[in-house]
Nanobody, 126 residues
Framework: QVQLVESGGGLVQAGGSLRLSCSAS????????MAWFRQGPGKEREFVMS????????FDADAVKGRTKIARDNAKNTVTLELRSLKPDDTAVYYC???????????????????WGQGTQVTVSS
């Protein structure tokens, strides 16, 4: 059964940092583009950051540019997202997502990702 399980969310003060983790139980993890999305209260889901199969290429959204770092460990089927200089606007449920195997891009388009986790809540207090 395919599972993506996020962890690491919590309550943090503005200016602080968090490290989110996603543990993936799915075949061919190393051949999938991975990404993080988020959905804030009353907002639509939005792209945060993605990483290529090899981990050599990443793509981040303007809203988080310069404040995030994504990494993957294909031996452990995990992907992490580090968030720095957090702002109240970063408050959201953060979701891990996986593309189909052998997708070649690192897109922001949610439709490309076929597997999703349940999310982990990040709350940033001012």
């Amino acid at each position: 059964q395919v599972q993506l399980v996020e962890s690491g969310g919590g309550l943090v003060q503005a200016g602080g940092s968090l490290r989110l983790s996603c543990s993936a139980s799915l075949r061919l993890f190393e051949r999938r583009t991975m990404a993080w999305f988020r959905q804030g209260p009353g907002k639509e889901r939005e792209f945060v950051m993605s990483i290529s199969k090899s981990g050599r290429s990443t793509f981040d959204a303007d809203a988080v540019k310069g404040r995030t770092k994504i990494a993957r460990d294909n031996a452990k089927n995990t992907v992490t997202l580090e968030l720095r200089s957090l702002k109240p606007d970063d408050t959201a449920v953060y979701y891990c997502a996986a593309s189909r195997p052998d997708y070649t891009g690192i897109t922001y388009r949610a439709a490309i990702y076929e597997h999703w986790g349940q999310g982990t809540q990040v709350t940033v207090s001012s």
